[in-house]
């Protein structure tokens, strides 16, 4: 498939796809294209495995346009450090703590600002991080 027919059909029905295997550029296009149908850039972990190195990273960059409001979502990084844990230590239950807390904090309504709706709770960046590792560590 083309690059801009996939790009069409990602919009027109993104159910169509699982894995798209495609070259670095596109690839890089086509992600953050995806990463919207999804809701948000900063809720999706990304892993680069290959080799006896792997290279875990949130799909977004630095956020420069936000950078010291306090927005940022952090989901994206803890999810990534939670694919760490399951692919390149080999802890399935270390990673499912931190996943299940990222999933029960959503739960409760908590949102950062990318991620906010109606009737939900908002919370800051740090807000957000805390409320994680509070769920991880058992203290909520
Ligand atoms: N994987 C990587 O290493 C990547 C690095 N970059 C680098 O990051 C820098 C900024 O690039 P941009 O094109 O601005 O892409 P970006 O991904 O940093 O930001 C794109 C848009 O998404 C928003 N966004 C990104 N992360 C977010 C988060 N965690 N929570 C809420 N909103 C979030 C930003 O506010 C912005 O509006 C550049 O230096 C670029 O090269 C960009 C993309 C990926
Ligand atoms: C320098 C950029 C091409 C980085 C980027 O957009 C990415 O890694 O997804």
Redesign the pocket.
Known sequence: MYVDNCAMQLVRNPKHFDVIITENMFG?ILT?QAAMLTG???MLP?ASIGGSVALY??????????AGQK???????ILSAAMMLKYSFHMPEAADSVSQAVSAVLEKGYR???IMEDGKTPVNTEEMGELIRKHIIGES
């Open positions: 890089d953050d948000s850039i900063g990304s990273e949130p799909v977004h960059g630095s956020a420069p346009d936000i927005k940022a979502n952090p989901i994206a990084t950062t600002p990318d």
